[in-house]
T-cell receptor, first 113, second 115 residues
Framework: GQSLEQPSEVTAVEGAIVQINCTYQ??????LSWYQQHDGGAPTFLSY????GLEETGRFSSFLSRSDSYGYLLLQELQMKDSASYFC??????????????FGRGTQLTVWP | KAGVTQTPRYLIKTRGQQVTLSCSPI?????VSWYQQTPGQGLQFLFE???????NKGNFPGRFSGRQFSNSRSEMNVSTLELGDSALYLC??????????????FGPGTRLTVT
């Protein structure tokens, strides 16, 4: 089956840099996604990595190492509004060619002033 | 473009009852997926529909079912509700197609409480 591990909580101060790690075990791996969810809100898509390396989108970057079954989300210049839950999700198939998302349990990021 | 809408937003039901939740995807999106979110388990995949056909299914009992209409709107039904079904039910839409779904757009969810 699939399993994903990510820290349950991370705290940091405004302006700092934080890295949220995600390790996974899966078969039929397509790629790794990250979603952000504010309290009471809907998850929103942040990034997707299918190939090894770093993808940068503004203050957020996402990294993938397929050989290590590992990825991380890097948030720079933290702002209070970044306080949210961050989910890594593996896109993988289980016999279907279409694949589906398997989510981790989420990391609660708290940014302090 | 309007986002994904879900109705109702909140629902309180009694154990043993059944419930139907509705989801309208983003215009032009043909794939709708359903997830159950609980504090302990995170987001658990229920099923995915594309062009009125169920393409993928998670590991939930048969009490959980769904369907999709020709306009891509989707409903999910839970029969014989149990206390453990209390959760946030999220619907996500994507443009779909032949390949894996990379980016999904989530609705605000329906908060179901079973008493």
């Amino acid at each position: 089956g699939q399993s994903l591990e990510q820290p349950s909580e991370v705290t940091a101060v405004e302006g700092a840099i934080v890295q949220i790690n995600c390790t996974y075990q899966t078969s039929g791996f397509y790629g790794l996604s990250w979603y952000q969810q504010h309290d009471g809100g809907a998850p929103t898509f942040l990034s997707y990595n299918a190939l090894d390396g770093l993808e940068e989108t503004g203050r957020f970057s996402s990294f993938l190492s397929r050989s290590d079954s590992y990825g991380y989300l890097l948030l720079q210049e933290l702002q209070m509004k970044d306080s949210a839950s961050y989910f890594c999700a593996v896109l993988a198939d289980r016999g279907s060619t279409l694949g589906r998302l398997y989510f981790g349990r989420g990391t609660q990021l708290t940014v302090w002033p | 473009k309007a986002g994904v809408t879900q109705t109702p937003r909140y629902l309180i039901k009694t154990r043993g009852q059944q419930v139907t939740l509705s989801c309208s995807p983003i215009s032009g999106h043909r794939s709708v997926s359903w997830y159950q979110q609980t504090p302990g388990q995170g987001l658990q995949f229920l099923f995915e529909y594309f062009s009125e056909t169920q393409r993928n299914k998670g590991n939930f009992p048969g009490r959980f079912s769904g369907r999709q209409f020709s306009n891509s709107r989707s409903e999910m039904n839970v029969s014989t509700l149990e206390l453990g079904d209390s959760a946030l039910y999220l619907c996500a839409s994507s443009s779909g197609g032949q390949g894996p779904i990379v980016e999904q757009y989530f609705g605000p969810g329906t908060r179901l409480t079973v008493t």
